[in-house]
Nanobody, 121 residues
Framework: QVQVVESGGGLVQPGGSLRLSCAAS????????MGWYRQAPGKQRELVAQ???????HYVDSVKGRFTISKNNANNIAFLDMNNLKIDDTAAYYC???????????????WGQGTQVTVSS
């Protein structure tokens, strides 16, 4: 069993900041990547930021320079620091984890339940 839990969403004014957290736990042997996706009403889910165990990061152009993804490998926790938030950042944010399970060596992708970020004045 593997669990992925996000936290840290909320309501913030334009220009404000939020930090999202994603904790993966359970029968995990190795995590390959942790990423943040978002989905706004009526739109497709999109990749926001991703980080590998080796620390390689990738960002969608619209958040470059404003968002920073980081990861604590020892605790399997990823963070998304979001600064200078814009109204267009409003969405449900989901954590996605690519991992190998301990014992079975099964590779799988696990999603969290999502956390809402609302940017509004």
């Amino acid at each position: 069993q593997v669990q992925v839990v996000e936290s840290g969403g909320g309501l913030v004014q334009p220009g404000g900041s939020l930090r999202l957290s994603c904790a993966a736990s359970g029968d995990i042997f190795r995590i390959d990547t942790m990423g943040w996706y978002r989905q706004a009403p009526g739109k497709q889910r999109e990749l926001v930021a991703q980080i590998t165990t080796g620390g390689i990061t990738h960002y969608v152009d619209s958040v470059k320079g404003r968002f920073t993804i980081s990861k604590n490998n020892a605790n399997n926790i990823a963070f998304l620091d979001m600064n200078n938030l814009k109204i267009d950042d409003t969405a449900a944010y989901y954590c996605r984890v690519e991992l190998t399970m301990r014992g079975t060596n099964r590779w799988l992708v696990k999603w969290g339940q999502g956390t809402q970020v609302t940017v509004s004045s």
